[in-house]
């Protein structure tokens, strides 16, 4: 390698923690040193139907079947999605040098029994709050699915361990004529500026890039939870250190922001009003869209656990 280049995923390990976006074992282990591992729904439901896992299946619904009635508020199914969520996080384990976290919209009573003690929720009003709940009982929230201030706001009033921006919208994840024209990676500077200035101690663990040149904007971010096909294309992947560093949007001319934010912490009516206008509602319109789209996941997920069960007698 030319001495002025550099390979990229080494450049990145040594300005932000490199987090894996994927509960398949074999990408932790193709791509080793991740930090944390995170997934959400769908990456569940698209990991659990591969065929490898059949024998998996079996037990887990076999497993859930016998612990019902501990959970009497859960069906058989969505028991056993979470259930299944949470074995298909001890197979990367071994690969990861910190922590795995489980993607969840609503708090059940398993998940508050997780053994990684860490747990994903939704950034609504509802799921802030649990969070707030989560970190005094000593349980260590991130909250997900954040597109504006507001959130970033609540999020850390809320004790929230760290906090994820997706840098865009779901649709364009999942829908391949969809264009996403408005990443939000100068939310991801704003908002650990907020934190470091207030010395809050929230982490920025930004996600939902789609491409290496955004990633590559986003260096010096706390964190950032990094998709397959992008860390292996950084492991590979070589460029000018002078031209890489240039990239980054956290350099010393960082986003200047100056705004008196409120308190949303106990104030509901505020933080909703504020919330619903935030960038003329697209904040909103943005949470609501990927709740529906992992909402729809789990609802497969469900579905397939059910069809299997029934297979099974």
């Not at 992992?294 to 497969?300: E, L």
């Amino acid at each position: 390698m030319h001495e002025c280049q550099i390979n990229l995923l080494q450049y990145l390990r040594s300005k932000t923690q490199v987090d894996v976006d994927s509960f398949d074992a074999d990408v932790s282990m193709r791509v080793p040193g991740c930090v944390d591992g995170t997934s959400n729904p769908a990456e569940i439901y698209c990991e659990m139907i591969k065929p490898r896992h059949d024998d998996r299946v079996k037990e887990v619904l076999a497993f859930s079947t016998k612990v019902k009635s501990e959970f009497p508020t859960l069906r058989l199914e969505e028991l056993a999605f979470e259930v299944m969520a949470i074995r298909l996080a001890f197979l990367i384990i071994p690969n990861i040098t910190g922590a795995v976290h489980g993607w969840q919209i609503r708090v059940t009573p398993i998940t508050r029994r997780r053994l990684s003690r860490l747990e994903n929720v939704a950034a609504t009003w509802e799921g802030l709050q649990a969070c707030r709940e989560l970190a005094l009982c000593g349980i260590k929230p991130l909250a997900t699915t954040v597109f504006t201030m507001e959130q970033v706001i609540l999020a850390g009033e809320a004790g929230c361990v760290s906090m994820s921006p997706f840098v865009h919208e779901a649709k364009a994840h999942f829908d391949e004529k969809y264009s996403d024209e408005m990443p939000l990676l100068r939310l991801c500077v704003q908002a650990q500026q907020f934190y470091k200035k207030r010395s809050i101690n929230t982490k920025v663990k930004a996600c939902a890039t789609l491409s290496v040149d955004e990633i590559l904007q986003l260096a010096g971010v706390n964190a950032l939870t990094t998709m397959p096909e992008d860390l292996e294309y950084l492991q590979k992947g070589t460029g000018c250190v002078r031209l890489v560093e240039n990239q980054s949007l956290f350099g010393d001319n960082s986003i200047p922001d100056d705004s008196d934010y409120p308190s949303y912490l106990d104030d509901e009516s505020t933080y909703r009003l504020d919330f619903s206008r935030s960038g003329q509602g697209k904040g909103q319109y943005k949470l609501m869209q990927v709740l529906a789209i992992f909402s729809d996941f789990q609802f497969k997920g469900e579905e397939f656990m059910k069809a299997r069960q029934q297979l099974l007698g």
